[in-house]
């Protein structure tokens, strides 16, 4: 990009950092909608890769929609498009109820995955429809018609729920160690997610407070989450999730310059 | 051949290092799914990256040419017209199902075009984190779905542990400000520099990587160790995952699982980092067969050096399908089948910088020559960890004539690409 200039950022991604070199110039604070009731957030994925302004790239975008169900559940919905380099997309969408105290176990839900082309048209053979459900010990999920149970040990949780959880666990304090099923389908094992209610930073006029997760197979993230709940920010090593009103609409323009450019 | 043919799982990663994998020797890095498929197969211990950087590897692994050879001797260059590349072969001799998902890098990063291959999935700049949990997911899909009839040869190529050099960005001047875990590995044994005679070009590279440059201090180093072992876990979640599916969808038995990476990371021995030359954490990658029905299982093969140019010939062999003509490796099938214990070879080679820098690794010695440079001789069984050059000691004498003769031996067979500029290649009056 003209104007822009490559150099190595030689510190890891903070808020602060990413505010310098205006990535955040379009992340805004949902504190006029209200604590506690039903949202629905649209981030921003952004790769960095070591370098400053230029030679990083967006990446598609995650909308969370957080509600409850009947019985008092969370309801957790969320949906991640990755526009990749030669214009196909990846689009998963789960749609988890989770128990009501932390770590928000799921016991129910589904999650379809696709891939579309770079002319937008669905590939037949590379889509999954997945539903599961766990009694807390066992966990019993189809993948197509494929049936796959297996025990799990010990708490657990969806990556996609820690959108809801940074939150709750700021408000109770303490740390959670369990395992972390990434998108319902890669678990992490020995996960620790730490709520650090005096860590604060100011960003977009308002104050932040953190909550970290690290374990096997992760370098730290932190979720920032603003007074309203609201997870603002999430740092996940060379990645960031911004919250931004134009998050969808930006990865619907990606997805029509790498269509475009494959074509 | 009485039984049909395998289904092949060809993952490949990019920049792991051969000690990585915790049931092999390493302590503080947790890799369930390597160690599944070291467990169920053969591991090679003394296998050589044929260029220890990421095209002109790739280019090799497909091939089993020389990446002088196959024209590929720096990044972004695409494969000699001609050359019969893997997905074309299986293809057109085995008629198999050959579907690509990840990096390809020969030249392009991402691209549908790969010759022989439906591309199933491509990724995202050159970032691990975003592209390989898809590629995960478009392999895993598409297996899922997979209704059987042709055999298929999928190939997996993961990104990570790549990001470490986006970690080297992201972490070369914050020396001391970062909260360091408290379980960080201790340095290895040969953290520092060998004493004299390194060729120049080595220590010149070591000057301008991050060690130097950030100022780095021993803590810092360890933590760079420790988050590279993590890039390893990010990577192994992965296979581990992908090796579920393929074990969920009745597909164990009958599909052969090979795993390699297209060179290591400098890993702060000799104080380097990164790739692109020839110590060992640089050159020697993870190389491992699986098949339950086919492969002999927990065998750990540390004497005979292996290469990328064995995986094509190799695949073609547990196939049943012919080997192209001109292809340098060699079939791996008979260790892998137990029906051998040694190979008829004497030397693998690996040349980095078009072919200006050459390796030369016997069951014994590893002999560096480097164009205009200088030489190095280390005896891999005394000082595994390369610290002492044996060039000037007259009692290896003997050991270093002799790998002066395999690596003219080795030149004088190429039949290099005309695309490679005579400044890029060797010359024995340098």
Known sequence: MPGKSKQILGHQLSPEILERIGETRSVYLPSAEGTGAPSRRAYRIWTNHGYDEAGNFDAGSLVVETSHDERGRPLIVATQRIALWDGMISEITGCLICQCGLPAMPVEWTVQSRFTDSGGVEIPDLGRQQAGDCDGAVIREKNGERARKRRVEGPWTCDWCLFDVAPRLLEGGGDIRCRIIERMFLERPKQHVIAHPDLKVRLAGAELRCVSRSGTGVLPHQYWVDATGTVVLLIAYNMAYLLERDAEARCEELIAERGGAQG | ?430
């Open chain 2, 1 to 430: 051949m009485s039984e049909a043919r395998p289904n092949i799982l060809f993952v490949i990663t990019d920049q792991q290092s051969a000690d990585t994998i915790a049931l092999l020797r390493k302590t503080g890095v947790s890799t369930p799914g390597f160690d599944r498929l070291a467990r169920r197969g053969v591991s090679f211990g003394c296998c050589y990256s044929s260029n220890p950087l990421c095209s002109p590897a790739r280019s090799t692994m497909f091939t089993g040419r020389a990446s002088c050879e196959t024209g590929v001797y720096v990044n972004g260059k695409g494969i000699r017209e001609g050359m019969p590349t893997m997905g074309e072969w299986f293809r057109e001799h085995g008629d198999y199902e050959t579907l690509y998902a990840g990096k390809w890098h020969v030249p392009a990063c991402y691209t549908q075009d790969i010759p022989g291959f439906r591309v199933i999935s491509t990724g995202i700049g050159h970032q691990g984190t975003v592209s390989d949990p898809v590629l995960t997911e478009a392999c895993a899909n598409w297996l899922y779905g997979n209704t059987g009839g042709k055999p298929f040869l999928m190939v997996a190529g993961y990104m990570q542990p790549h990001d470490i050099c986006e970690w080297l960005r992201l972490n070369r001047d914050n020396t001391g400000t970062v909260d360091y875990p408290e379980d960080m590995p201790p340095l290895p044994d040969n953290y520092e520099p060998i004493p004299d005679d390194e060729l120049d070009m080595i220590s010149s590279m070591r000057a301008n990587q991050e060690l130097a440059r950030g100022g780095w201090d021993e803590k810092h180093c360890r933590y760079y160790l420790w988050s590279y072992l993590r890039h390893i876990e990010m990577v192994d979640g992965e296979v581990n995952r992908l090796l579920d599916v393929i074990e969920e969808t009745g597909q164990l038995e009958n599909t052969v699982v090979v795993l390699t990476s297209d060179h290591g990371e400098g890993c702060g021995r000799h104080q380097m980092t990164r790739k692109n030359f020839h110590y060992d954490d640089v050159t020697r990658v993870p190389f491992l067969f699986s098949s339950p029905r086919r492969i002999v299982e927990n065998k750990i093969d540390a004497e005979n050096p292996t290469s990328h140019l064995d995986i094509f010939p190799t695949l073609c062999g547990l196939a049943d399908l012919p080997i192209p003509e001109g292809v340098r490796g060699c079939d791996l099938t008979p260790l892998l089948t137990g029906r051998a214990k040694r190979l008829d070879r004497r030397y693998v080679a690996s040349e980095v910088r078009g072919n200006l820098g050459q390796m030369i690794r016997s069951e014994r010695y590893k002999y560096l020559a480097e164009a205009g440079d200088g030489e190095m001789l280390f005896d891999m069984q005394d000082d595994p960890g390369e610290m002492k050059n044996l060039l000037k000691d007259p009692a290896h004498a003997e050991a270093l004539a002799e790998h002066r003769g395999m690596l003219k031996e080795w030149i004088e067979s190429l039949d290099i690409d005309p695309r490679v500029p005579e400044e890029a290649r060797w010359a024995f009056d340098s």
